[in-house]
């Protein structure tokens, strides 16, 4: 929300376009700018055999990893500042959020699961192939020792131990799971917030536009989007897919660019009940532009309904990437949940770890997305109170 008031806006400055950048926006400005610079001298001043960041760590950032620090930006100035800034609002909406007991537990799971994603892959090499170590049970646990090419472990009455060298065992090509378990968990988060972002950010700007601006605008745009929901974007991922080969950068751009049809329409569906409203036909009286309008006063006070539907559309993304990594339609070149799953579904009988392991990191990802985002939907909508 934004910290203005009435009384407090210069309302002779409200026509201008740069009039609607408040400090929190000139930081974000300023940061992009700062990240565009860097991006250029990566991508044309620096070797491409040369990491980008050589230490603390050796990092070789990627176009991915780029739009990953973009979104973080993002949720950084539009998400914590705000919450940072208005104390009294964010205990209120804590207060009626950690009601449910669930979402609390949900969220300190999902922090986990980001840290580790963003922070363990810096540390961690991608696993190789070594087939003397395929099948190796995870620790405290046991399989027969035919199961496994060498046991690392002792072997114990015929049956191999697993050991702290492979805490969550190991693949059919010697991979470890663990660390195939953090990398998924950067996939996991990269394509569900980039995803998110793309769509809630496009969503959003449509969505209002098209309540306030009303007649030929609203009519072109919705009729638009109309279309966009029935365009077949799997179908243009297969052909993609086949034409240049599976890639995590093409499927955030794809279903990020066209998946925001929904969004769009919550957006007018909100902002249209807002544009009536008094302080909008004050403000119009008072001289303020069209943009201002739009960016201090309709986009904040719809942005409840766009958060709680973003946290419905990360496990959406989530789930959808893994299904098509499943089906070896995703990106060979990272280990995703998805991907990990398929490798071991021909073992359940005898190495189900390699399946079980990642897709209970699925299942619980999703679910603890899907309990946050009921939690924050009672929070944020007072409206949903019985």
């Known amino acids: 929300m934004s910290g203005d008031t009435f009384e407090s806006v210069d309302w002779s400055e409200t026509g201008g376009r740069l009039s609607t950048l408040s400090r929190r926006d000139w930081g974000a400005v ?35 990893d780029w739009l990953f620090v973009v979104t973080l930006l993002a949720l950084l100035f539009y998400v914590v500042v705000p919450l940072y800034g208005n104390r009294r609002l964010t205990a209120y ?15 300190a799971y999902l922090l986990v699961v980001f840290c580790i994603g963003v922070v363990g892959p810096l540390f961690l090499e991608q696993p190789t192939l070594a087939l003397d170590q395929a099948y190796q049970p995870p620790a405290f646990l046991s399989v027969d020792s035919t199961v496994p090419v060498n046991c690392v472990g002792s072997v114990v009455d015929g049956r191999c131990q697993g050991t702290m060298a492979h805490p969550l065992g190991t693949t059919g090509d010697g ?14 988060m990269k394509v569900g917030l980039i995803s998110t972002l793309l769509v809630v950010t496009i969503g959003t700007t ?33 052909l993609l897919t086949y034409l240049f080969g599976g890639s995590l950068f093409m499927f955030i751009v794809i279903f990020g660019l066209t998946g925001w049809g929904s969004i769009a329409r919550l957006v007018r569906s909100e902002a249209l009940q807002r544009a009536e409203e008094a302080y909008i036909t004050a403000a119009q009286s008072a001289g303020a532009g069209t943009l201002y309008v739009i960016r201090r ?26 299904s098509l990594s499943f089906l070896s339609l995703g990106d060979p070149t990272v280990p995703s949940w998805g991907q990990v799953i398929a490798t071991g579904r021909s073992d359940l009988s ?32 007072p409206r949903q109170e019985t």
């Open 30 to 64: 300023l940061a992009g700018l700062a990240l565009v610079v860097a991006f250029c001298y990566d991508y044309l001043l620096l070797p491409a055999d040369r990491p980008t960041i050589t230490a603390p760590v050796e990092w070789n950032v990627t176009q991915l």
């Open 93 to 107: 909406y804590w207060q009626e959020f950690r009601k449910n007991r669930l979402a609390v537990v949900s969220l």
């Open 175 to 188: 991979k470890d799971i663990l660390v195939l378990v953090i990398y998924g968990m950067q996939v996991s």
């Open 206 to 238: 449509v969505g209002t536009v098209a309540a306030y601006g009303g007649g030929l605008v609203d009519e072109l745009l919705m009729r638009y989007v109309d279309i966009q929901l029935v365009f077949p974007a799997f179908f243009l991922y297969l």
């Open 297 to 322: 006063h309709l986009v904040p006070n719809v942005s409840n309904s766009v958060i709680t539907a973003a946290t419905l559309l990360i496990p959406g993304f989530i789930l959808f990437e893994a």
């Open 350 to 381: 005898t190495a189900w770890w390699v399946s079980t392991v990642p897709g209970v990191f699925l299942f619980t990802t999703i679910l603890a997305f899907n309990f946050m985002g009921d939690a924050l939907r009672d929070a944020l909508d």
